[in-house]
């Protein structure tokens, strides 16, 4: 297939954060992540766990707790407020204060009318859920320590709270605690003990996590202890409940899962009892922060980024049939592919990293050398350099940004604005674009043309904008119609003619942007796309789903391409979590196709495929390096060799630039673990 030399890029400080909370939407199918930085990360698992939306934070925000109801998200934190998101907009959309401080807990009865949050004053204040978000209703009576976590009973008559040293019962309707179960301090009477999580199930069991490393099991009704399992070797951080409330599982400091199994009685009918059951070992190597249950999964996530999903735990009462591709763990890392927080400028040999308050831009290193062994190091005549860095305005952090080709014009959007900038990168300077229209809305991506003339905006409004890029006074161009989904891909045509645009609702269009129409739209997937490209050669677009399937469209005759009709095009039949989040193609040869996800990267020949009509696109072909891809029968080889490859892109002199970073990196910045004893140490 070809010779190609590879700028290893390694030097994108890319750190994920420490996931802080889980909450899984079980009409939709989507689980919520809560980071450190406030951000707040929503995943989709019907798409195969795509990472579709990223809500950025603030830096005078936390997220404490997160919370569903009927597809509408909430959050709270130590900033003191409750706020609601417009997941079109990915934005904040109204916010209430608590009024009694941090929120430290939030729970919704069953009815979905009102929400429940435990607060640092001591109180449980009430919330009913109206239309436009949230209305202050009533406070329970307020304790004298801080409620750290909280459960509302499937009745909605009882709430159940922890705090530290104690597990209270409230009476809903009267607002006075009925019953309060103190429990014992360690070492001695002299360390409190600290309920982390609670949950109250449908027969009046109450079950908690605490900072003694215990699960108990309690009898509400009279407030006396079940049954008291020592299962973590320290602090039991969080609780999660299966729905047919017969299986437990908890997780804290000791980074394991432990679950829990209400089994019969041997000999005793109609008899039950909590039996802890199966271990979940090597699942994370720190503290596990957050649990969320969904129909197939048990989620958790923690100090060491990672979001996880173990196959859950079958109960006596669950009889579905499991599919294959939820008997498998997956360990996902948290990279926002639909962010492109890596562009570059092909033009300058320029490449542009996003971190959420700065940009930073640095200069390609060169060799002169054209030719030499499968994976050797070529001499460089100039290392890679950092050029400069740009620091973004206030303190919402950045939501998406792009480079022109040429390396001259740079445009980045917050929450609240989209900032341009014109760079002179031989005197390292940089210099802000006074008039940025006033009716240019924040954006969720955006891309400039190939020959730099153009800003294609991906608005908040689902819209997109064409900008006029001016040094001092840009226009929007056009407005085009808005869309029902947020919009998160982009590709503009190499003749700046056509530009395809990808949404949340499975959809992809092709707007003509020099007339200013709706060209086509594809036919609708049952997936999301997670990559466009044009072909820089004709007239056509190559999409990826999340499903793995690849499709190539005509622009033209608007119909799919001979080679796409010959079958489902996918690069593998095993499950993969990773979709496809880059496609590029050969500046050379127009049957060469690039395709590139988290784990490997595959050159796509549809030529050979032609060859070979009776075969799908399923065969792999494993290669030590990638600087030569030899001859091969198989239209798909694949390079495995770059994990966590977090880009691929190619230059116009036909190199690729593939930028890894390696989990070891990511790993020297966390603090440290648990110290645990091990065999023969």
Known sequence: ???????????????????????????????????????????????????????????????????????????????????????????????????????????????????????????????????????????????????????????????????????????????????????????????????????????????????????????????????????????????????????????????????????????????????????????????????????????????????????????????????????????????????????????????????TKFLEFWKLGATTVTDGKDGEELPLVRSPVKLLQLQAKGTDQIVCSAISQCGRWVAYSDVKKVRMYHLTLDALTVSKVPGVPVDLCPAHCMVFSPDSSRLLVATNQCTIQVVQVDSLQPVVLHTFHAMQDPIHLLSVSSDGHWLAVGNHGNQVSVYNIQDYKLHCTLPTQTHQPSALAFNPHNSLLVAAYCNQKIVEYDIIKKEYTHWSKRGKHKLSKRPRYDTVCKVAFSPSNPDLVFLQDVEMFAVLNKQQHGEQSNKKIDGHTPFKSPEKISESTKSVVTCLKYKPLLSLDTLKDGCLVAVQRPLNMITETLPGSLRQKKFGT
């Open 1 to 355: 297939m070809g010779d190609f030399r590879v700028h290893l890029v390694r030097f994108f400080n890319y750190t994920p954060k420490a996931i802080h909370c889980l909450a899984y939407e079980e009409s939709s199918n989507r689980v919520a992540v809560s980071r450190s930085d406030g951000s707040i990360e929503i995943w989709s698992i019907h798409d195969h766990w795509y990472h579709e939306k990223t809500i950025p934070g603030c830096s005078s925000r936390s997220v404490e707790a997160l919370l569903w109801v009927n597809s509408r998200l909430f959050s709270a934190g130590l900033h003191g407020d409750i706020t609601e998101y417009d997941l079109k907009k990915i934005a904040p959309k109204v916010s209430i204060d608590s009024i009694g401080g941090a929120v430290w807990c939030m729970t919704v009865n069953k009815s979905k009318t009102h929400i429940a949050a435990g607060m640092e004053d001591g109180a449980i204040r009430l919330f009913e859920i109206t239309d436009t978000g949230l209305m202050y209703d009533r406070a329970l009576n307020k304790q004298d320590t801080r409620i750290l976590s909280i459960s509302w009973h499937y009745d909605e008559d009882i709430i159940v709270s922890g705090a530290i040293d104690n597990i209270r019962i409230w009476n809903v309707h009267t607002g006075h605690v009925t019953q309060r179960i103190t429990l014992d301090r360690q070492h001695n009477k002299k360390k409190e003990t600290i309920v982390w999580n609670i949950v109250i199930t449908k027969d009046f069991t109450i079950i908690s996590s605490d900072s003694a490393g215990k699960v108990r099991f309690w009898d509400a009704r009279h407030g006396t202890l079940l049954k008291s399992f020592y299962s973590h070797k320290a602090d039991v951080l969080s609780l999660c409940l299966n729905k047919e409330e017969d299986i437990v599982y908890a997780a804290g400091v000791d980074p394991k899962i432990a679950s829990f199994q209400l089994v019969s009685v041997t000999g005793k009918e109609n008899e039950k009892t909590w039996v802890q059951s199966k271990v979940i070992e090597k699942a994370h190597t720190h503290d596990i922060r957050a649990l969320a249950v969904t129909e197939n999964f048990i989620i958790s996530g923690g100090v060491d980024t990672f979001l996880v999903a173990n196959p859950k735990i079958s109960s006596q009462s669950t009889t579905a049939k499991i599919k294959p591709f939820e008997q498998k763990t997956w360990k996902l890392l948290s990279y926002p592919h639909h962010k492109q927080l890596i562009q570059i400028a092909s033009g300058a040999e320029v490449i542009m990293f996003q971190f």
